[in-house]
């Protein structure tokens, strides 16, 4: 990973990866110069094949400090430093994909900077590749520094911030498990999962205690499966 500086005119065309061009992460302002982190096309690219993009519009990646500071920044940080890049994916039909999805899934393969609906836009992203200590996950429909755990308290993540459930998959360590037709011992037995299966957890009922598999409810009671 490294920030490489490139000249508009004479680089603008060159690939960077199979769906970006240097001059796509060009400074509005017109400036020649363009400082590019190599990490910045790998998260766009695996949002590209995650999503089945049709394409990605960089709405703003480098910014030059005088640009920066005409559209509300400091003047200095990650655009400035070639580092970041807010962006708006389209799905295979051209419609945006929400910036809700996208955020989900940066936070799954480990982006630690990433903007919630980037400038107040429901569809655009900011995502920064800092390599900074702490995360940055933001809100910015909300505010530009905050962190969504001093937004929400407790919330810990985008998927609590957005009341998303996390699926996860079990192993099932006994030698067999019920699979009923609701959250309880008292529901119909619907069938079962034998020891060595898996099965992926869907959704749980508030107590936690009973999770939603494809073909029912099981019993999340840790003798019975653990999650892999
Ligand atoms: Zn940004």
């Known amino acids: 990973m490294s920030v490489k500086t490139y000249s508009a005119l004479l680089e603008g065309n060159k690939v960077l990866s199979p769906h970006f061009k240097v001059k796509e992460f060009a400074c509005k302002d017109g400036s020649d110069t363009i400082l590019i982190e190599s990490g910045l096309t790998d998260v766009l690219e695996q949002v590209f094949r995650h999503f089945g993009c049709s394409k990605i519009n960089i709405t703003s990646g480098y910014r030059t400090p005088t640009h920066d500071k005409k559209v509300g920044g400091k ?36 982006v630690k900077g990433i903007g919630y609906r980037c400038g107040g836009g429901e569809y655009a992203t900011h995502i920064d590749v800092n390599y900074r200590a702490n995360k940055w996950y933001g809100d910015e429909k909300i505010s ?9 308290s407790g919330c810990r993540s985008f998927y609590d911030y957005l009341g998303v459930f996390r699926t996860y998959r079990v192993k099932i360590i006994c030698s067999a498990l019920n699979i009923r037709s609701g959250a309880g011992t008292g529901y119909t037995v619907v069938g079962t999962y034998k020891r060595g299966e898996t099965a992926e957890i869907l ?3 508030a107590a936690k205690s009973w999770g939603k598999t494809d073909r029912g409810w099981i019993c999340l009671n840790p003798s019975y499966s653990e999650a892999i």
Do not use: C, Q, R, T
Request: hydrophobic share 40%; charged share 25%.
């Open 75 to 110: 003047g200095s940080g990650n655009h400035v430093e070639g580092k970041a890049a807010d962006f708006v994916a389209y799905d295979k039909s051209g419609d945006k994909i929400p910036s809700a999805k996208i955020v989900l899934y940066l936070e799954d393969i480990g």
């Open 144 to 152: 530009m520094s905050k962190n969504i755990w001093d937004i929400k």
């Open 203 to 205: 959704s749980v009922n």
